[in-house]
């Protein structure tokens, strides 16, 4: 075993293969892999081997499709088999709104590549002769589909980095991870030690316990999973026969089964509700090739559906059940990227579907190790949307409800029980005896909308019960002032003698003068945007910022790997230390002026100004600015005063007539100034000239800015997309995000979010098109289930297009 390498990829699953194999193939071949055991020695050797281009997030999904293409590409380079069968497969919905589930999946594949088609029961039961179609409503026929052998694509992937110069030692345990004080670490193994660049956690069913050697406690839990093999079955043998190809896969979500051929039978396999976790707190080394015991009444009530669906299962025997242990984040996606605060240590866990996604994990891994960037929007598998927040018993409730909401649908309106009311601030009981309707955001319940007694959200695809209280809320912003709690954003403060000129590199804007705030793009080397902030000077060297809140870890790993090593800065992300409200409307001004004896009038206090001022009795950091673009003001105050504050509001607004307002309504206000928003519209894909964001670009600033000069080039070339706000004739539903903009027949663009703007009484879709057609105003049509809506672009904001009200 060599002493030292670049790389060392710890674990010999599919991942770490796929992880080791994109390395080499991307040029670092000075890596090796250490395996405990035999390579598939985890999770990885007893998997049913299916593989899907599906997935909720269609960044994911585009990564499941590039891993499905890459399988020939790597059996050729290795010279392995990897027994892939693309045998296609059918989708099946039992109810009208899995069905409209199902439409909207089509609908995305249309602009991701995928080759999806609606089709009647009585079509799927043609395509998979063993579905009775009376159980059915619709499917979607899916080309992609298939299965492999996963032991075969492990050992392909070994095969094929090892030709490229990778090293994989077998039986090699990674005892202890030690940093050493020049940067590099340690991987301390039975056999001896290799010094190492960059370590990678491939750990798979162990990957806590890698973490922990590291001092991290991952948010990853293994689950026990079951499907069974049937006896050869004669239905299958006659399908075989007749049609000379296999029985192609199904998905059966309100079954909530998968299933497929195996040799002469069926495999079935099911996320049951009654689901278990496998060693809930640590993973023993001993674990090997084995199986867990069978327990057929856990899987019982999805089987008793599933011979209901596929009567010919009633008919044949079970020739062998497998149980089997593998990991899940709280939210199913894998865990992948750099880890914050330990630099050169990669994570690469988490990942629930191997076969599917391996392929993609490896590839923005290995991108990501290389050249600084993944290469692709992997936000929805970062391991940087958790926080430390996401504690053990946190990801055992969330993992556990994950499990078995595996095919479940989730209504754009569904909020999830498990997991709740981890973080809340001081007026969270308060807010509740209003009537709010809690949401979730970075561990932090936020109110979303104010329901009155005995109104509750109806889960829906279209507009539901709240939609008439959100437009009430809208209603006093714009006619009166609202109060909307805003301590979900990310907040950072920032100091030191090198703040400055770290900010001016940092951040493309002009930084602002003291007193003064501005927005802030972020980019990234390549010119793509990385953040979007509100930048506040303070004054006195101290600078504030406000950002997403579920991107705090994501960027504060971004900030802390461009801090200089001299200490002349310092960045804290404030979290739950700094609360915040907002106040915003018309009559947002006189409220404040009743509250504080600081001049607020509108020349002392200029759109865009910071202060510090008393609010009551207590002291406040006040920023004239709304993200409702209402005449408005965001409050941050330490928590101990936040309850003072809100009832010193409620109280003096009694007059104003003052109502409160969640984030359902901040989104529909927001809509109809075209706002976009991170995670959203601004995403690390797009420049700042495609987001619409360049004219908060200081590109002729002293500062060499990080991206200047991909920025530069953005704008001399003009870039590929433009984001463009539309109007919908939609009638009693609105977008969510991701449906396809379809122009002159042909499908232009995506949605990246939307919804009703009730002030201005139209359904707004905000998403990207080809510069080529951003100009037209008519011809577009946006899809929404399964229908095509007119839908025009909307160029000026439908709210104070010229800013009186705002800037006022
Ligand atoms: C019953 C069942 C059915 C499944 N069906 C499917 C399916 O149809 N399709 C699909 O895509 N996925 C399926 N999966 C999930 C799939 O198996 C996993 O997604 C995949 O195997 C995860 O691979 P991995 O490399 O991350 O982890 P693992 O396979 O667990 O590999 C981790 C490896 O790291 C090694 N290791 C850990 N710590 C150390 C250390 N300190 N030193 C050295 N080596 C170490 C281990 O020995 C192990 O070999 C199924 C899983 C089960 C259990």
């Excluded at 609908?107 to 009585?122: F, N, Q």
């Excluded at 009444?297 to 669906?309: T, W």
């Excluded at 609360?579 to 759109?607: M, N």
């Amino acid at each position: 075993m060599k002493s030292h390498a670049q790389v060392v990829v710890i674990g010999g699953g599919v991942v770490g293969c796929s992880v080791l194999f994109h390395l080499a193939r991307h040029g670092w071949t000075d890596v090796v892999l250490l395996e405990r055991d035999e390579l598939t020695s985890g999770s990885t050797w007893h998997a049913a081997g299916g593989m899907h281009t599906i997935n909720g997030d269609p960044n994911v999904a585009k990564l499941q499709k590039y891993t499905i293409e890459l399988y020939k590409e790597i059996e050729e380079l290795s010279g392995q088999a990897t027994g892939v069968h693309v045998t296609g497969g059918v989708l099946l919905a039992a109810t009208e709104a899995r069905m409209d589930w199902l439409r909207g999946v089509v609908a995305k594949g249309r602009y991701l590549g995928l080759d999806l088609e609606e089709i009647s029961a009585k079509e799927a039961a043609e395509l998979m002769p063993l579905l009775d179609p009376k159980q059915f409503v619709g499917a979607v026929r899916n080309s992609e589909d298939g299965h492999l052998d996963p032991s075969g694509v492990t050992h392909a992937y070994a095969k094929a980095a090892r030709k490229l110069g990778a090293e994989v030692e077998r039986f090699t345990k990674v005892e202890d991870i030690v940093r050493r004080e020049d940067g590099m670490w340690r991987a301390i193994t039975n056999k001896g030690e290799i010094v190492t660049e960059h370590v990678v956690n491939a750990g798979g069913l162990w990957a806590r316990e890698v973490g922990r050697m590291v001092g991290l406690e991952l948010p990853v839990l293994a689950m026990e999973h079951m499907y069974l093999i049937t006896e050869d079955m004669p239905e299958v043998k006659a399908w075989n026969d007749k049609t000379g190809s296999e029985i192609i896969h199904a998905v059966d979500f309100d079954g909530e089964l998968y299933l497929r051929q195996e040799r002469g039978g069926m495999l079935m396999g099911t996320y049951e509700k009654a689901n278990k976790p496998w060693s809930e707190f640590s993973t023993p080394w001993n674990f090997g090739h084995e199986l867990l015991e069978p327990d057929i009444d856990r899987i019982a009530p999805s089987l008793e559906v599933g011979f209901r669906h596929f009567p010919a299962f009633q008919n044949t025997g079970i020739k062998q059940i497998i149980n089997g242990p593998f990991t899940f984040a709280p939210d199913g996606n894998p865990l992948v990227g750099p880890v914050r605060g330990l630099p050169g240590f990669w994570s690469a866990c988490g990942v629930m579907a191997g076969f599917s996604q391996g392929g993609g994990v490896g590839l923005a891994l290995a991108n990501w190790m290389i050249h600084g960037d993944p290469g692709a929007d992997i936000w929805a598998m970062d391991i940087s949307r958790y926080g430390d927040w996401a504690s053990m018993r946190y990801t055992n409730a969330k993992v556990r409800e994950n499990y078995s909401r595996r095919f479940s649908i989730r209504f754009p309106n569904e909020e999830l029980p498990a997991g709740r009311g981890l973080k809340t601030t001081p007026i969270y009981d308060l807010l509740s005896a209003k009537g709010a309707q809690w949401g979730v955001a970075y561990g932090l319940e936020v109110p979303l909308w104010y329901a009155p007694e005995g109104v509750k959200d109806e889960f829906s695809w279209r507009r539901s019960t709240d939609f008439e209280h959100v437009a009430n809320e809208v209603r006093s912003v714009r006619e009166g002032v609202g109060l909307s709690e805003i301590s979900s954003f990310a907040k950072y403060r920032v100091k030191g003698q090198g703040a400055e000129a770290w900010l001016d590199r940092m951040l493309a804007c002009k930084l602002p003068k003291p007193g003064r705030m501005t927005l802030a793009p972020m980019l990234k080397e390549d010119g793509k945007l990385i953040g979007d902030f509100s930048l506040a000077n303070l004054g006195n060297g101290e600078w504030f910022i406000a950002g997403s809140g579920i991107a705090e870890q994501y960027h504060m790993r971004w900030f802390e790997k461009h801090l200089p090593a001299d200490g002349s800065v310092v960045i804290e992300a404030v979290g739950q230390k700094l609360t915040g409200l907002s106040i915003a409307g018309p009559k947002a001004r006189e409220l404040l002026s009743k509250v504080t004896h600081a001049d607020v009038s509108a020349d002392a206090f200029r759109f865009m100004d910071i202060k510090k001022l008393d609010i009551g009795m207590a002291p406040c950091l006040v920023g004239r600015v709304s993200y409702t673009g209402d005449l408005g003001y965001e409050i941050w105050i330490e928590p101990e005063y936040q309850r003072h504050i809100f009832q010193t509001f409620m109280a003096a607004g009694e007059e104003f007539s003052l109502g409160l307002f969640g984030s359902r309504a901040l989104n529909a206000l927001r809509l109809e100034k075209n706002y976009g928003s991170w995670a959203r519209e601004y995403r690390p894909i797009y420049g700042p000239l495609e987001a619409g964001l360049d004219r908060f670009v200081a590109y002729g600033k002293e500062a060499d800015f990080i991206g200047k000069a991909a920025a530069l080039a953005e704008r001399k070339e003009g870039g590929r997309l433009r984001l463009r706000a539309f109007v919908m004739d939609a009638v009693d539903a609105d977008v969510i995000g991701d449906e396809p903009i379809w122009f002159n027949d042909e499908v232009r663009g995506w949605v990246t979010s939307g919804g009703y703007a009730h002030g201005a009484k139209a359904s707004v879709a905000m998403g990207y098109v080809p510069k080529e057609i951003a100009e037209e105003m008519d011809g577009f049509e946006i899809e929404l289930l399964g229908k095509r809506h007119a839908a025009r672009m909307q160029a000026a904001p439908l709210f104070d297009a010229n800013q009186g009200r705002m800037r006022g």
